[in-house]
DNA sequence: GTAAGCTTTTACCAAGCGGTTAAATTATCG
DNA sequence: CGATAATTTAACCGCTTGGTAAAAGCTTAC
């Protein structure tokens, strides 16, 4: 007679361990796509080659692996911002602040898209998290990038939407992908598009931020 | 006994127009929140005050409404885009595309939001009228922006990123309203962010792409 | 008014959904 | 090996889903 459930007392098998990481991974890949009342944990299973019941003997509900999922994503994502030097070159610091942003669309479009999913619906499951570390950390940053306009060091301008644009114009290149890849057609069918994008996004930044005379 | 269907023969009776506006009118909420997929018929019908049966009346599938709704966006979608003149300054070209795009961000938050749910889905539906009409509009208007950076009236730059990056920037504050709000706090509550964006937008762009000496 | 067509409702269905139960199977450890 | 706990499977449940059938109610034109 099994105990309730695995996570019942703590973590001990490595078949937990194992099994537990194939459904998140499963889960990133249909989630991300149907967002969460689209996906169905059949889907889920099949994706992670197990059966149902054998996959909500892992996680009790639907909800708990997509609560799972956003709180991992949730702590990965910003870490670029936290890493946000106020003692830094304000130059550098935006310019390579951009740079990981449009690697991390690159290298996790899953995750971006889970996000932005979860933000198209209202983020119901996640307002507390926006709204209190988010905004604190965002609004720690935007002191930080005003402090850098007050010096004179770049252009006075909204931190905030500042902020906005980076993360639009980089998350783009994940959850709009397949319509970039549309309007670029066969030509940049590689990543090429990824170096073109920090190219652009480099210049237009930092000749948009640039102290006018 | 009723002809098979409403659209079976031409457009008829006024009832007809209204009911079907009513519908598409509900299904807008309803889609651009929930996706295609996390969207059901009852939710649809209950938005526009009428039984399943009854709408699909009108509507023969759930396809069918969606089909039409996407339909709709992506013609008036465009549209600012399309005005986008080789004859006029590019300097105000861009900075009215820049506004007019942000407008459509602001008073048509449903449309954008059910534009990019379908993207995010990967386009299943509208594949096609990516690769076809909008790379070939997107195309025939890079073409006119590599024509300004020739001649020396804005900054060398690659103009499908600048495009790119103008929706990107302009749709956040539609897609991503939540997080926004979230961000911004009580402050901006009122329409005022889109003014801010507008502000912040402007600078951004014609400061990044004007021509360094 | 009445007949024809248009609209709405009631009742229904088969498939899919999230989730449970209990028994069968496998791994672990003394 | 044997016992105990961990894992997997088969069978199932009640609810929701997209969609249909057929009849009742309503409009409109003559």
Same mark, same amino acid.
């Given at each position: 007679m099994a105990i309730p459930r695995?996570?019942?007392?703590?973590?001990?098998?490595?078949?937990?361990?194992?099994?537990?990481?194939?459904?998140l991974e499963a889960a990133l890949d249909v989630f991300s796509v149907n967002g969460f009342r689209g996906?169905?944990?059949?889907?889920? $299973? /099949?994706?992670?080659g197990m059966s149902k019941p054998n996959l909500l003997y892992?996680?009790?509900?639907?909800?708990a692996i997509h609560r799972q999922l956003i709180d991992r994503v949730l702590t990965t994502w910003l870490e670029p911002l936290r890493v946000f030097d106020a003692a830094g070159e304000p130059e550098s610091e935006i310019r390579s602040y951009i740079r990981r942003k449009l690697e991390m669309a690159r290298d996790f479009p899953r995750e971006s898209r889970?996000?932005?999913?979860?933000?198209?619906q209202g983020a119901p499951r996640?307002?507390?998290?926006?709204?209190g570390p988010l905004k604190e950390l965002v609004d720690?940053? $935007? /002191?930080v990038i005003r402090t850098w306009a007050r010096a004179g060091k770049i252009a006075r301008c909204d931190?905030?939407?500042?902020?906005?644009?980076?993360?639009?114009?980089?998350?783009?290149?994940?959850?709009?992908?397949?319509?970039?890849?549309a309007v670029l057609g066969q030509a940049h069918s590689g990543d090429g598009?990824?170096?073109?994008?920090?190219?652009?996004l480099e210049q237009l930044f930092m000749n948009g931020l640039r102290v006018r005379a």
């Amino acid at each position: 007679m099994a105990i309730p459930r695995a996570a019942k007392t703590q973590r001990r098998t490595r078949i937990q361990e194992e099994k537990e990481e194939r459904i998140l991974e499963a889960a990133l890949d249909v989630f991300s796509v149907n967002g969460f009342r689209g996906s169905t944990i059949d889907q889920i $299973a /099949e994706a992670a080659g197990m059966s149902k019941p054998n996959l909500l003997y892992y996680f009790r509900t639907k909800e708990a692996i997509h609560r799972q999922l956003i709180d991992r994503v949730l702590t990965t994502w910003l870490e670029p911002l936290r890493v946000f030097d106020a003692a830094g070159e304000p130059e550098s610091e935006i310019r390579s602040y951009i740079r990981r942003k449009l690697e991390m669309a690159r290298d996790f479009p899953r995750e971006s898209r889970l996000f932005a999913n979860e933000i198209l619906q209202g983020a119901p499951r996640i307002e507390d998290e926006l709204k209190g570390p988010l905004k604190e950390l965002v609004d720690e940053k $935007a /002191e930080v990038i005003r402090t850098w306009a007050r010096a004179g060091k770049i252009a006075r301008c909204d931190p905030y939407h500042l902020i906005f644009s980076i993360w639009s114009t980089t998350q783009h290149y994940a959850d709009f992908d397949v319509q970039v890849r549309a309007v670029l057609g066969q030509a940049h069918s590689g990543d090429g598009r990824f170096e073109d994008a920090a190219r652009f996004l480099e210049q237009l930044f930092m000749n948009g931020l640039r102290v006018r005379a």
